[in-house]
């Protein structure tokens, strides 16, 4: 069976962001519950030199936009400068901007994407180069999923009360009988 980029990123970024989102609904439930701000959780890091909790999720949308937007062509929005990943709520609301940016791209326009050049330009000088179907297997779906799990361990690590079944989804994503 041949798998189209399209499937392999919308179809993997979607339910994952959902994922992301139904989590941020847990630790929401969870500062609720112990009566505290999720202020501290946002700014949670697992070491001094990782991204935080808000950071992660705003790096899980952006590595999933940019695929697609590399991957079809299109062009990239500037990254934000970060001032909307200050509350739960507000990481949720990014999540679903990015879900709604995913969902409008059309089968189309994937055309010729797992042989598009795809240039992306790093820190310093460098510059990270591959044809669209090495880019998204070997740069962008392990970067959304590394940003993803990390913010699933900052929410364990702090307490929120979920496990496996929630990072899966099952019942949900997965069909299990």
């Keep these: 069976m041949t798998l189209c980029l399209r499937t392999l990123s919308i179809e ?3 339910p994952m962001l959902k994922t992301l989102a139904a989590l941020l609904d847990k630790a929401s439930a969870h500062a609720s519950a112990k009566n505290f701000d999720d202020a501290p959780l946002v700014d949670a890091r697992l070491a001094p030199d990782m991204y935080t909790l808000g950071q992660q999720v705003m790096m899980a949308c952006f590595h999933a936009e940019e695929a697609v937007a590399r991957l079809t062509g299109a062009s990239l929005q500037p990254p934000t400068d970060g001032a909307d ?16 940016q995913l969902e409008k791209v059309n089968d189309a326009a994937f055309a010729c994407a797992e042989g598009r050049n795809v240039i992306t330009p790093l820190f310093g000088n460098h510059v990270l180069e591959l044809n669209g179907a090495d880019f998204l297997r070997r740069w962008s779906l392990p970067h959304f999923y590394f940003h993803v799990v990390t913010a699933y361990d900052l929410f364990r690590h702090n307490g929120v009360d979920i496990g496996k079944r929630d990072f899966l989804r099952v019942g949900d994503a997965i069909h299990v009988r």
């Design 12 to 14: 993997t970024f979607i």
């Design 85 to 100: 990943h200050k509350t739960l709520d507000a990481l949720k609301e990014r999540i679903a901007r990015a879900v709604a």
